[in-house]
T-cell receptor
């Protein structure tokens, strides 16, 4: 099993360009997530998909869109990249019980995409 | 919403010493508290987690304690080794999501 995979590993964009980050998991997990990681800020949730067919905003959704293409794949799109979106992006998946009060399960992270916007 | 504060931001210890990292959370409904380790250039990986129905959990040299009344939880690493050097993140759940602390960079000096 490959676990969680992400493409590309590195990307440089000019301000205003668009791109899509791809994520796929082969663990048959229901839930998938997109985070960004900036120095001193921890991991901040951008969007998540509790199950196939649903998506919800996280802590920092502005400037991003997502698509849960199927159970395996969850993509993140930057429509008009800005320098403030320079970051490392991680996708994660979880076999999660989203209905409270059941707690979530371990999240498995992909290797990350390092994005620079100039 | 949930807010998770983590301290200290950096921690330097001698090999063999203990290290303690502390986190506080704000949402009393949170019931799941994982800790992730991230080595330089790598992805975060779960090292231990605790659910709200227990106060302490151990796994070899690492342990986590939870005080629900005070809304804080801590990671304890004993007999630290150079390979423990990494960034450690705590998190708390808000429903089905995880809210992460800002991270602690642990450096273990030989």
């Amino acid at each position: 099993n490959a676990g969680v995979t992400q493409t590309p590993k590195f990307q440089v964009l000019k301000t205003g360009q668009s791109m899509t980050l791809q994520c796929a998991q082969d663990m048959n997990h229901n839930s998938m997530y997109w985070y960004r990681q900036d120095p001193g800020m921890g991991l901040r949730l951008i969007y998540y998909s509790a199950s196939e067919g649903t998506t919800d905003k996280g802590e920092v959704p502005n400037g991003y869109n997502v698509s849960r293409l199927n159970k395996r794949e969850f993509s993140l799109r930057l429509e008009s990249a800005a320098p403030s979106q320079t970051s490392v992006y991680f996708c994660a998946s979880s076999e999660m019980a989203v209905r409270e009060p059941l707690p979530p399960y371990e999240q498995y992270f992909g290797p990350g995409t390092r994005l620079t916007v100039t | 919403g949930e807010n998770v504060e983590q301290h200290p931001s950096t921690l330097s210890v001698q090999e063999g010493d203990s290290a303690v990292i502390k986190c506080t959370y704000s949402d009393s409904a949170s019931n799941y508290f994982p800790w992730y380790k991230q080595e330089l250039g790598k992805r975060p990986q779960l090292i231990i987690d605790i659910r709200s129905n227990v106060g302490e959990k151990k796994d070899q040299r690492i342990a986590v304690t939870l005080n629900k009344t005070a809304k804080h939880f801590s990671l304890h690493i004993t007999e630290t080794q150079p390979e423990d050097s990494a960034v450690y993140f705590c998190a708390a759940n808000q429903g089905g999501k995880l809210i992460f602390g800002q991270g602690t960079e642990l450096s273990v000096k030989p």
